[in-house]
């Protein structure tokens, strides 16, 4: 399936920090080809699961 518009994917994440965030996009960048992206932060505390984890890689 191809997408067209302004967004191709929007992903959900839970993040601890701006700073996690941050990683998670560059990450998004460097290694799955995103060119662009636009973020929304919503500020509530989401309880962490083992599906919410994001291996950190070994760079």
Do not use: W
């Amino acid at each position: 399936m191809r997408r067209t518009g302004d967004y191709d994917c929007r992903p959900r994440m839970a993040c601890t920090d701006v700073r996690e965030a941050e990683t998670v996009i560059d990450r998004l960048k460097a290694e799955f080809g995103v060119r662009e992206s636009r973020s929304r932060l919503l500020q509530h505390e989401v309880p962490p699961g083992p599906d919410r984890v994001l291996e950190p890689t070994s760079s």
